[in-house]
T-cell receptor, first 110, second 113 residues
Framework: QQPVQSPQAVILREGEDAVINCSSSKALYSVHWYRQKHGEAPVFLMILLKGGEQKGHDKISASFNEKKQQSSLYLTASQLSYSGTYFCGTETGTASKLTFGTGTRLQVTL | NAGVTQTPKFQVLKTGQSMTLQCAQDMNHEYMSWYRQDPGMGLRLIHYSVGAGITDQGEVPNGYNVSRSTTEDFPLRLLSAAPSQTSVYFC????????????FGPGTRLTVL
């Protein structure tokens, strides 16, 4: 069962912040975040493992609430290069399967 | 390191034709997988492999076959193409079965007429 992402789309002005949410109905072992630009392959951003702490690099960070089976991706002071579709992927840990959400389209404008 | 490579980049098939999408990686990853991506559907897992000789089904395996005779290669076979298989196909590999970063290939855009 696919995780649910929200919002489906968001438009930001450069410098604004955004939060993308990912929730699952199953107990999770890990949550992955990827960004895909139009016509390209998805690119890894970060993984959050069960029992791990919040992660981040540069102005992109993420959290993982194991009890609620939810993860959030935080983009601060957005840049034009942040535009793309963001996907979360979830693993339950019982099988080697990564299940992706349907994506959040982010557009950053001047 | 070439990473994950896929061939062809584009392919047009007629209904009923068969073909094989090629995927190779040079990172010595045990875990490899195939996804299809359709508008509004995200990435859906077709088949995956946790090592040479071991494969298993994902969410949408019908109409596709896979085999894994070497660590490097993981081809995806369409036995009898259908218009519903028109999609973009991505191959991915990872160093870990669970909790490992997925490295994606550039994709194959397939159209079935």
């Amino acid at each position: 069962q696919q995780p649910v992402q929200s919002p489906q789309a968001v438009i930001l002005r450069e410098g604004e912040d955004a939060v993308i949410n990912c929730s699952s109905s199953k107990a999770l072992y890990s949550v992955h975040w990827y960004r895909q630009k139009h016509g390209e392959a998805p690119v890894f951003l970060m993984i959050l493992l069960k029992g791990g702490e919040q992660k981040g690099h540069d102005k992109i960070s993420a959290s993982f609430n194991e009890k609620k089976q939810q993860s959030s991706l935080y983009l601060t002071a957005s840049q034009l290069s942040y535009s793309g579709t963001y996907f979360c992927g979830t693993e339950t840990g019982t099988a080697s399967k990564l299940t992706f959400g349907t994506g959040t389209r982010l557009q950053v404008t001047l | 390191n070439a990473g994950v490579t896929q061939t062809p980049k584009f392919q047009v098939l007629k209904t009923g034709q068969s073909m094989t999408l090629q995927c190779a990686q040079d990172m010595n990853h045990e875990y490899m997988s195939w996804y299809r991506q359709d508008p509004g559907m995200g990435l859906r897992l077709i088949h995956y492999s946790v090592g040479a000789g071991i494969t298993d089904q994902g969410e949408v395996p019908n109409g596709y076959n896979v085999s894994r005779s070497t660590t490097e290669d993981f081809p995806l076979r369409l036995l009898s193409a259908a218009p519903s298989q028109t999609s973009v196909y991505f191959c991915a590999s990872s160093y870990s079965f669970v909790g490992g970063e997925q490295f994606f290939g550039p994709g194959t855009r397939l159209t079935v007429l």
